[in-house]
């Protein structure tokens, strides 16, 4: 018998929204950094829900900081909460261990694992073999679910003379109905012994508290029938044959298997209906853990703090089964809910790195240069380079301190921040538009807005803007928006060309002024700030 036991911890997470921008990927990693210096007792761990700009992958490699791994979700893995500290036998070992284990630790399933802990078998009361467990007639079963060697290493048999002779038969209490290859079992009788030796007994297994008397041994010295002691009545031994069956005859070998990388919500119904925990097992085929139904039961909630969006369709697919702990943010208060009382820190600022920058102070915490380089970097791509409307004097302030502290040149280094991130002539019109496109609404309006950001709009041909508005079209065509926008923003000349999508000519005349494939809003640069409070009004008012 041996207890295997694993740990593992469950940290709290720290990320940003789907699709992530550099201001999000940078404010979880450092914002993580921070609390993580402030609290040594819990594990703060950024993450990120999908794949990284050029811009954020060279802000980062610049930094020298590691970029944080990516999750598809928020949902809860087997891994997580499967429980560690097994109770497991070994396959030489016989049912009598399983057995113990069950009716000690209250337990519905015992894993059967090899020297290497691969995972070979299960065994439970619950399964169809769990009759074998207690009181079962096993007279006929001799060499096929034991042998006579289980008998003694299962029963602590003390051999008196080995059997010469295979015991392929039956296991007999009558010493008259012995035949050839049985094993007799009895008490310390020189009658029934005799009995067994002339009908060519295997072996015979003599039940006595007390040492038998050697002459037993002596007087069979000619025969090839093996004599062995179990100290204790006859009764005692009948009932304790079944717990020397080996458990490599009884386990089951087919059984379903979990993946520590499974959902919860996916296995929930197979482990519920259940009677007994399944095993948890690794790629290699080792044993990692077991899940019931009671840890499905008390299985903890996923704890996040969340950077850099307070909308419920801009967080990780999942937060509605996490427990938020914190939000930190410079959008709107939006549509996310909870439970019990968070703490919430949303500041009118150009980005969350700016905050995050604040908290440092506020902390009394030094940034280093890699922190700084990443939180300029990501404050600059937020304000497109301080000029964006969003941008306050703090936000330069801090820009200035960040650059001294990064030891770069503001405007240099803010340049290159966004050239990093042109991808105007590199990627297809509608990987543009999927990659920054969030979803808005208006009393009963659905639409979505994307925002692509370019360093010189001039170089955009109209067969490059005409792919844009197709690759609008295709995206309300695929959703259920009444609309789509698309704002093409020149982070240097401070003006964006705005796309609307609508299936209604009316609406996307109301919303853009005027008819035309694209329309250039001068000093428009923000979707938060400036366009999106102009659709918002104009639907308002549409709808009054």
Same mark, same amino acid.
């Given at each position: ?408 040149? /503001?405007? +240099?280094? =803010?340049?290159? #921040? !966004? ?7 590199? $990627?297809?019109? *509608? ?80 919303? /853009?002024? +005027?008819? =035309?494939?694209? #329309? !250039? ?7 938060? $700030?400036?366009? *999106? ?12």
């Amino acid at each position: 018998m041996k207890k295997r036991s694993f740990t593992h911890e469950r940290p709290v997470l720290v990320a940003g929204h789907r699709r992530p921008d550099t201001d999000s990927v940078v404010s979880a990693v450092v914002y993580a950094q921070l609390l993580q210096s402030l609290d040594r007792k819990t594990k703060y761990q950024s993450v990120s829900l999908g794949d990284f700009s050029p811009q954020t992958e060279w802000l980062f490699e610049k930094a020298g900081i590691q970029l944080p791994p990516i999750v598809p979700d928020l949902n809860i893995k087997v891994g997580d909460v499967a429980r560690r500290a097994i109770q497991t036998v070994p396959i030489e070992a016989p049912l009598g261990d399983a057995i113990r284990l069950i009716t000690e630790f209250q337990l519905s399933l015992v894993p059967v694992v090899s020297g290497s802990g691969k995972l070979e078998g299960i065994l439970s009361d619950r399964l169809p073999m769990g009759h074998y467990f207690y009181h079962f007639n096993l007279e006929n079963f001799l060499g096929v679910l034991f042998q006579l060697d289980d008998l003694v290493r299962g029963l602590g048999l003390k051999c008196w003379k080995p059997a010469a002779r295979p015991a392929d038969g039956c296991l007999s209490l009558t010493p008259e109905n012995i035949r050839g290859g049985d094993i007799l079992l009895c008490t310390d009788d020189i009658e029934s012994i005799t009995q067994a030796r002339e009908h060519n007994a295997a072996a015979v297994i003599i039940c006595s508290p007390k040492r038998v008397k050697c002459s037993f041994a002596e007087y069979q010295k000619d025969s090839g029938m093996g004599i062995y002691q179990f100290r204790g009545s006859l009764l005692s031994l009948t009932s304790k044959l079944s717990l020397a069956i080996p458990v490599r005859n009884l386990m089951a070998r087919e059984f379903p298997q979990l993946s520590p990388e499974q959902s919860l919500a996916e296995v929930k119904d197979l482990v519920s209906h259940k009677p007994y925990a399944l095993p948890v097992v690794g790629p290699g085929g080792e044993l990692v853990g077991v899940l019931s139904r009671t840890e499905l039961i008390n299985a903890p909630k996923q704890k996040i703090i969340l950077v850099d969006h307070f909308e419920q369709n801009h967080a990780a697919r999942g937060i509605e089964e996490a427990q938020i702990l914190e939000i930190v943010d410079h959008h709107r208060v939006g549509s996310l809910e909870t439970v019990d009382p968070i703490r919430v820190d949303c500041r009118p600022l150009g980005s969350t790195a700016t905050i995050i920058a604040c908290k440092f102070q506020e902390s009394k915490v030094r940034v280093t240069k890699g922190q700084a380089i990443l939180l300029l970097g990501a404050m600059l791509a937020d304000t497109l380079l301080l000029t964006s409307p969003t941008t306050t004097d703090i936000d330069r302030k801090l820009a200035k301190i960040l650059a001294a502290k990064a030891e770069v040149e /503001l405007q +240099e280094f =803010g340049l290159e #921040v !966004l050239l990093r991130n042109d991808e105007t002539l590199s $990627k297809t019109a *509608l990987e543009l538009v999927n990659k920054d496109l969030k979803e808005f609404s208006s009393g009963k309006i659905r639409f979505g807005v994307a925002q692509v950001e370019t360093v010189d709009r001039t170089r955009l041909l109209p067969e490059k803007i005409n792919e844009f508005a197709c690759a609008l079209k295709l995206k309300r065509q695929q959703t259920d928006w009444d609309f789509v926008a698309l704002m093409i923003t020149d982070s240097l000349r401070g003006e964006s060309l705005v796309l609307l999508d609508d299936s209604q000519q009316h609406r996307r005349r109301h919303i /853009l002024g +005027e008819d =035309g494939q694209a #329309v !250039l809003w001068e000093g428009c640069v923000s979707r938060k $700030k400036q366009l *999106l409070p102009i659709i918002l009004n104009k639907l308002e008012r549409s709808q009054t």
